[in-house]
């Protein structure tokens, strides 16, 4: 066996009077000292790195200044400020060029973010011309999210939209004043996005489904059994029917105005007085057959549901409107266009996109135009324009699950009707 007869190893040296654990304590502080300067060098570089990045990336999609001086010209960026990193993120501040905006920034967001190696930003202002750039390692979009299995009860309660790139939750309480339309090509996430807003509401006890479905998909059979479903019209064999249960619509909303209480001039939706929800699927589709078959029948159409738009949101009525493209003459005049608050456009044409949502759309036209299923471009009041992704709530035999089990059954007073 080895023994050691090293004068230190029998009797250690007692070099700091707190003892051995004093030592230990100090060696620790030693190390940490050196860490943290380590981090704070190591931070330093990359503040550094970002702020020489930040610089091309602004001068490559032109987001810059050219200045001739003495020295011959210099290119002017939105000052890097300082970075942060930490466990919420990676950020920095930035300092605008004068008369700069946020929305200068917005305007060029994910070419900036992949110059810097991430895959999305997002800009919150801070004051005076100072912005905080927030970056993303992830694309929130990229992903399919599962719809939650919540419900609401009331309409008042927020129902899930879906997420925004920096992965912040978009949500709607279907009572805010606004009617909502939803446009997209074949096969872009128009009826997913319906079926998980039908899906929420469908148990809460001051709404009602109601409305007209040529597909017999969206409403219709899944919705057999539910209070719902007497106020639902489906099919395209009888398009009279379509037209007759608008008129019945309107001719409610029409009663609730007429017996509006004194110094009340906005019915809040009650379990006795529910918010209508008047969905209109496929509606352009609803007009063109309505026009082949009769003019005067399309006329009808078009005129009910003119007034649903511009007269209902103070009876508690709500259209929920899908259509292919949001063109004016497809679903009703610019006039019934003008009437939506809400507008979330699927994989659409560029133009369409601007058209619902206006110039400042434009420039996100070419890549929406190409978007996955299931993204969408949203605006609405109090929602800066942004693009989400909608919940996924699963194949259609799902869909109707969901409205067995949670659709809000027919009382015996007869409630609904
Ligand atoms: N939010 C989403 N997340 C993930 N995948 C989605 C989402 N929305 C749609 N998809 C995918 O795209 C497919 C088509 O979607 P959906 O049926 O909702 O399109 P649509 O616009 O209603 O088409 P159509 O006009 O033909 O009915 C879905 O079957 C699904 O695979």
Redesign the pocket.
Known sequence: MATDHTPAMREPVRWYTGGPSGARRLINRLRARVAEQQRLEAHRFLEADMRGLWREACAGVGLCQYVDNAAGMTVRTPRFGGLRVGPAGTSFTVELMPGGEPADVEAHALRLAHSLGFAGLRVAPLGGRWVRVVLFEVDPLAS?FALPHDVVGRADAPILLGRREDGALVEHALASPGHIAVQ??????????SYGLLAQLAAAADVLISGSDITGLLLGRAWDGTAHRAHQVTGSKDLTAHAAHLDRLVGWMDDRLDTMPPRIDNIAPTVQTPLVLVVLEEFPGLLRAAQAKDRKLAERITSAVLRLLSEGRKAAFRVLMLA?RFEANAVGGGYARDQFAVRLS?RVPAESLAMLHGDDARRLGPEHANTE??IAYLSAPGQDCVRL????LG?YGAYCDRITRHGRREDTEGRAA
């Not at 997209?184 to 996005?193: D, E, F, I, P, V």
């Not at 992704?389 to 996924?392: K, L, M």
């Open positions: 399919t997209g090509q074949n096969g872009s996430g128009k009826s997913q996005l292919q699927f299923p299931g992704r909608a919940p996924y194949g």
